[in-house]
Every structure is written in structure tokens, then in C-alpha cells.
T-cell receptor, first 115, second 114 residues
Framework: EAGVTQFPSHSVIEKGQTVTLRCDPI?????LYWYRRVMGKEIKFLLH????????ESGMPNNRFLAERTGGTYSTLKVQPAELEDSGVYFC?????????????FGPGTRLLVL | DQQVKQNSPSLSVQEGRISILNCDYT??????FLWYKKYPAEGPTFLIS?????DKNEDGRFTVFLNKSAKHLSLHIVPSQPGDSAVYFC?????????????FGKGTKLSVKP
């Protein structure tokens, strides 16, 4: 079974530009999460999709960030316009939709550097 | 304010000995706790978890202990192997019986020396 995949693995952009990150969850996983780790800090939750619906977007830092999951399969996270403080590693995770706790499996991350 | 704290940024252990990684939390609503292992340039890999209704969970060389009164959990690795060298993240969730997002600590870098 393929794991969570993320594209691109790295992205270097200039302040003010737009970047779109993509996440493909494990097949059959209806829960999809985005997390971010800024240099030297902890991994922080951004938002949670259940299928195509946003279940919890309390971690989104501001309206420059837009996440979508059309069709309930892959998800994209767009940053527009990018700022210096957006630099970090963006992780996607997915899990099954069950009646209790389901383990979240993480992708390798996208390393974003905003210059 | 950090809800999940890993106060030791690093730990060095000799191969074959026990590694003990510690984690403290402040939110009494957390009801599920997990440990993830992370190698450089990779995503966190799930290691072991424990529900708040238990105080111990064991999986091979890995055991997680939960002390709810102290709001403390620990991960024991016995025996430690060089391949265990990685950053270990403690994470918690307030699920309320359903799926929830994870709150992570800053991680502890474990080095296991041959």
C-alpha cells in the first residue's frame, strides 16, 4: 500500500509569489490533515478535512492560506502571497474514518523557503 | 503556551542500554497520546500510542507509560539500537471519542552509540 505522497519535495520562491502544495493521502483514507513545522519549533496543526469538507481549520494562520480537497481525494494548500515567515516544512497526514481513534500517517513533507 | 513539552532536546545512549524519552502535557482533555519517530528529510513515522484509559502499552522493544495524575508520559526503548537514532516526537489529542488533530512537542533527538 502506497503511503502519503507530497509534491513538490522542495520549493524556493520569492516573497509575494504564490506556491501550491499537493498531498495525496493513502487510498481509502477520508481524513486528511495539514501540519507545518517552522524552523526550530514544534509541528503545528493547520487544518483537517473529512472527505471534501473542512472539519477544523482553526490552525490556519491567515487568509493567505487556502486549502482545498475537491472530490475528497488529493488536497492542495495554496499560499498567496507568500511571506518570509511562511518558510518551513509542510506535512500532510491521512487516516481512516472510523468510530474511534485512527492513526495518522504522515507524508515526507514539502520544504518551503520564501526569500 | 506549549501544551505538550519535551524538555530534553537530546539524549545519548549506548547500544544495548535503555533509552527513556519523557513528555509532559498540560491539557487534561487529552485522551490519546502518540510517539512518532522522524529521520532527517522524512515525515514523522508512527511508533506507538496509548489511550488515556490505560497506563502502559507495549510493542516489541517499545513501551509507553502514561501517568495521568502527573500529566506525564514516557517512551522506553529496550534494547536501544543504532537504527533508533532519530528525533522522537510526543503528540497528544483531545478526541472526545472521535478523530482529532495532534498537538506535538518539540522533539528529542536520540543518538544511540555503537
Amino acid at each position: 500500500e502506497a503511503g502519503v505522497t507530497q509534491f513538490p519535495s522542495h520549493s524556493v520562491i520569492e516573497k509575494g509569489q504564490t506556491v501550491t502544495l499537493r498531498c495525496d493521502p493513502i487510498s481509502g483514507h477520508d481524513n486528511l490533515y495539514w501540519y507545518r513545522r517552522v524552523m526550530g519549533k514544534e509541528i503545528k496543526f493547520l487544518l483537517h478535512f473529512v472527505k471534501e469538507s473542512k472539519q477544523d481549520e482553526s490552525g490556519m494562520p491567515n487568509n493567505r492560506f487556502l486549502a482545498e480537497r475537491t472530490g475528497g481525494t488529493y488536497s492542495t494548500l495554496k499560499v498567496q502571497p507568500a511571506e518570509l515567515e511562511d518558510s518551513g516544512v509542510y506535512f500532510c497526514a491521512s487516516s481512516r474514518l472510523g468510530t474511534g481513534w485512527e492513526t495518522q500517517y504522515f507524508g515526507p513533507g514539502t520544504r518551503l523557503l520564501v526569500l | 503556551d506549549q501544551q505538550v513539552k519535551q524538555n530534553s532536546p537530546s539524549l545519548s545512549v549506548q547500544e544495548g542500554r535503555i533509552s527513556i524519552l519523557n513528555c509532559d502535557y498540560t491539557n487534561s482533555m487529552f485522551d490519546y497520546f502518540l510517539w512518532y519517530k522522524k529521520y532527517p528529510a522524512e515525515g514523522p513515522t508512527f511508533l506507538i500510542s496509548i489511550s488515556s484509559i490505560k497506563d502502559k502499552n507495549e510493542d516489541g522493544r517499545f513501551t509507553v507509560f502514561l501517568n495521568k495524575s502527573a500529566k506525564h508520559l514516557s517512551l522506553h526503548i529496550v534494547p536501544s539500537q543504532p537504527g533508533d537514532s532519530a528525533v522522537y516526537f510526543c503528540a497528544a489529542s483531545a478526541t472526545g471519542g472521535s478523530q482529532g488533530n495532534l498537538i506535538f512537542g518539540k522533539g528529542t533527538k536520540l543518538s544511540v552509540k555503537p
